[in-house]
C-alpha cells in the first residue's frame, strides 16, 4: 500500500477569555505531538490486534467484494461462545451460497444441489488478514499509518498502508475500526497506486445488535447430502517436484485432494505472510482438452497454466502475473523413484 503519511486536522471554537487563547494554541498542537508519537512498529502491533478482532469480536453486517467489473455483496455473521467460533456467510449475488463455520469446520451448502460440502481448515477471509511471519514481513513490505479521521460503514477507523519493496506482491491499503480493531475496509494497489480491488462494509453492528439466531442457515439441511471434502497431506518433492517458491515466500500447506474421477489433485499453498499463492496438479489423463488454463489477471487475482510433463499445473494467487510466470519457470519434475509410467 501507498503511504499517506500523518495528518490531522481538528476544528476548534476560539475561546479567548483569559487563558483561553493558550488552550486554543495546545488543542492545535496536539495533533503534532500524536503524529510524532506514532511509529511503523505501532502498526505492525495494530494489525496484530486486526486478527484478534477478526476472531474475538461479535459482528454482524453486510460487506461488498469489487474486482474490476465485478461486484458480489455476502452478509457475514460473527459470534464467539463457549463452544469458539461460529460464523456464517451468505452470498447475496448470483447463486445461493452460504458458509457455515463452527472453528476450524467450515460447511458450504449448496441448496440447488441439496448438497453440504464439509471441509476442516482455518479460513482467513475478510475480516480476517492472511498475515503470518511478521519478521518476513518487515522485510518484504514497509509499513505507513495514515490519518485517523477516515468513515467506513458509517465508523470512524485508522488507513494503514503497506508497501511492498519489490515487485512481486501489491500493496495494500487497510482501514482498522478505531474502537473494535475490526477490518472495516482493504484495497489491493497494484505498483502504481492504483486501487485493483476491493473489500469493504457496507453496514455493521457489534456486540449485544448480534443474535445467535443470524447464525442459521436459510434452509433445512437435515435431509441434504453431506460430503467430506478434506485431503490428505503429502509432501511435493516426495511426489517429484522441485518447486522453488518466490523470494519471501514458504509453503504452509500441501494436501492431495480427490477429483470427481476419484484422482486426486495436488493443492500447494504458498504465503509470504500477506499474500498467498496456490498451485493446483493433476494428471493431464484427468482434464480433457489439450492446453493448460489460459493465463491472466483480473484485479489482484493473476492465473498461470502450464504443462510439466504428464500434469496441468494451474497457479493463481493475489500477486502480479509475473510473479506467477516467475514461477512457473522455476517449477521441475522428476520421477520418484518407483513411480509408474
Known amino acids: 500500500m501507498l503511504g499517506v503519511g500523518l495528518s490531522s486536522v481538528r476544528k476548534v471554537a476560539p475561546v479567548w477569555g483569559g487563558t483561553g487563547k493558550w488552550m486554543l494554541v495546545f488543542a492545535l498542537a496536539l495533533p ?17 490486534k486486526v486478527q484478534q478482532a477478526a476472531r474475538q469480536v ?9 474486482q474490476g467489473a465485478t461486484l458480489q455483496s455476502s452478509r457475514i455473521t460473527h459470534i464467539v461462545d463457549g463452544t469458539g467460533e461460529r460464523e456464517r456467510v451468505e452470498v447475496l449475488d448470483g447463486a445461493a451460497r452460504e458458509f457455515i463455520r463452527h472453528n476450524d469446520v467450515v460447511q458450504c451448502l449448496v441448496p440447488e444441489k441439496n448438497l453440504v460440502l464439509v471441509e476442516e481448515q482455518r479460513i482467513q477471509r475478510f475480516p480476517s488478514l492472511m498475515l503470518d511471519q511478521e ?8 509499513l505507513s499509518i495514515g490519518p485517523s479521521d477516515q468513515r467506513v460503514a458509517g465508523r470512524s477507523c485508522m488507513l494503514i498502508d503497506i508497501r511492498p519493496k519489490d515487485t512481486l506482491r501489491y500493496g495494500q491499503r487497510l482501514c482498522i475500526d478505531e474502537k473494535t480493531d475490526l477490518l472495516l475496509k482493504a484495497q489491493t494497489l497494484d505498483e502504481f497506486g492504483k486501487v485493483i480491488d476491493q473489500v469493504a462494509f457496507t453496514s455493521i453492528q457489534f456486540d449485544g445488535a448480534v443474535q445467535a439466531e443470524q447464525l442459521k442457515p436459510a434452509w433445512d439441511i437435515s435431509t441434504w447430502k453431506v460430503v467430506q471434502t478434506a485431503g490428505e497431506p503429502v509432501q511435493a518433492d516426495a511426489l517429484g517436484w522441485r518447486i522453488t517458491p518466490p523470494s519471501g515466500f514458504r509453503y504452509v500447506a500441501q494436501m492431495a485432494r480427490p477429483t470427481r474421477a476419484g484422482q486426486p489433485v495436488t493443492h500447494l499453498v504458498l504465503t509470504d505472510g500477506l499474500a498467498a499463492i496456490s498451485i493446483f496438479i493433476e494428471p493431464v489423463s484427468e482434464r480433457s482438452g ?7 489477471s483480473a484485479g489482484a487475482m493473476s492465473i498461470r497454466g502450464l504443462r510439466v510433463a504428464d500434469y496441468w499445473l494451474t497457479l493463481v ?3 502480479p502475473l509475473g510473479t506467477l510466470e516467475t514461477l512457473a519457470g522455476q517449477i521441475e519434475y522428476v520421477p520418484p523413484v518407483g513411480a509408474s509410467k
Open 135 to 142: 519478521e518476513v514481513l518487515q522485510d518484504r513490505y514497509e
Open 317 to 319: 494467487g493475489e500477486v
Open 58 to 66: 461479535d459482528y454482524a453486517g453486510v460487506f461488498t467484494w469489487q
Open 290 to 296: 489439450g492446453q493448460p488454463v489460459q493465463s491472466r
Open 32 to 48: 503534532v505531538l500524536a503524529q510524532a508519537q506514532v511509529t511503523e512498529d505501532d502498526g505492525w502491533q495494530r494489525l496484530q
